[in-house]
């Protein structure tokens, strides 16, 4: 408790100093050591640069995101190797006698463990969201709760999960300190649906390419995040013929534009 109140002695010359309103504090105990969380009342806005460009993301297993434009980001190997570190921690304190003192450090390890991959987590979920809102006026994402209502016990997924989340969390959060459009669609079909023609072309999650009667063919996320990005468009009163990235530039920046402007100005009513 002495390393508590040391910080509230250095932090409090601060809240002297700070005239915004305070909300809330916290003490956080964390695995190594306490932290004071201090909730405080400020609007977040910050000036950015229309870019006239919209995207549809679609977040997966094989990459963390599939763009509408094809593009992908893939899942850090950093966090790869943290999961792995985390699991043979893991069994190092089911290896340990219970009450012992090795079981009690063991157990501290593996906190300490899980401390650095939920930052490292956090902090890619941060920087990935922040380049997708920045890049864009425009971004419709899958609805992930709706997709998790679909339970798998496998580990690998249910850290997607949490990652997938913290990234929606962090896009809509920047999406309104950027005044840009950030949308969830519900994930219904996105992954079955022809982008193209708009017919249902059934694929087990193996078949990691679609192909249409209609002559299209393309990499199944990559037509997801299509279907995403029309879904969001049409959730945001916007219809197009066709839905992709040349069509929207050339339907015109400035009214992409307007459109953000519009949305900001309501949401600050
Ligand atoms: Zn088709």
Redesign the pocket.
């Known amino acids: 408790m002495q390393r508590v109140l040391l910080s509230w002695l250095v932090v409090g010359t601060y809240i002297s100093t700070l005239k915004s309103e305070i909300k809330r504090v916290r003490v956080v105990r964390r695995a190594d050591g306490y932290y004071v969380q201090f909730c405080i009342n400020v609007e977040r806005t910050e000036e950015s640069i229309p870019t006239g460009k919209a995207t549809g993301i679609d977040v997966g297993l094989n990459h963390f995101y599939t763009d509408s434009n094809g593009e992908t980001v893939p899942n850090p190997r950093y966090l790869r190797k943290s999961e792995k570190a985390l699991k043979r921690a893991q069994k190092r304190v089911s290896r340990k006698k219970k009450g012992s003192s090795n079981r009690k450090k063991a157990i501290n390890k593996l906190g300490r463990k899980h401390l650095k991959v939920s930052r490292q987590r956090k902090d890619f979920a941060i920087k990935t969201a922040l380049c997708v809102v920045k890049s864009n006026d425009f971004v419709a994402y899958e609805d992930l709760q709706v997709k998790n209502m679909v339970k798998n016990h496998k580990l690998a997924k249910s850290i997607s999960d949490a990652a997938w989340n913290q990234f929606a969390q962090w896009l809509q959060y920047f999406g309104k300190v950027y005044g840009k459009i950030v949308i969830a669609v519900a994930p219904q079909y996105t992954s079955q649906d ?6 249902r ?1 059934k694929k087990s999650l193996s078949i990691r390419t679609h192909i ?5 063919v393309l990499d199944r996320d990559h037509n997801a995040a299509l279907n995403i990005l029309a879904l969001g468009l049409k959730q945001a009163g916007i219809t197009l013929n066709t839905v992709g990235h040349t069509e929207i530039n050339a339907w015109g920046q400035n009214d992409l534009y307007s459109l953000v402007v519009t949305s900001t100005s309501k949401s600050t009513d």
């Open positions: 022809c982008s193209v023609c708009g017919n072309v249409c009667g209609c002559g299209a």
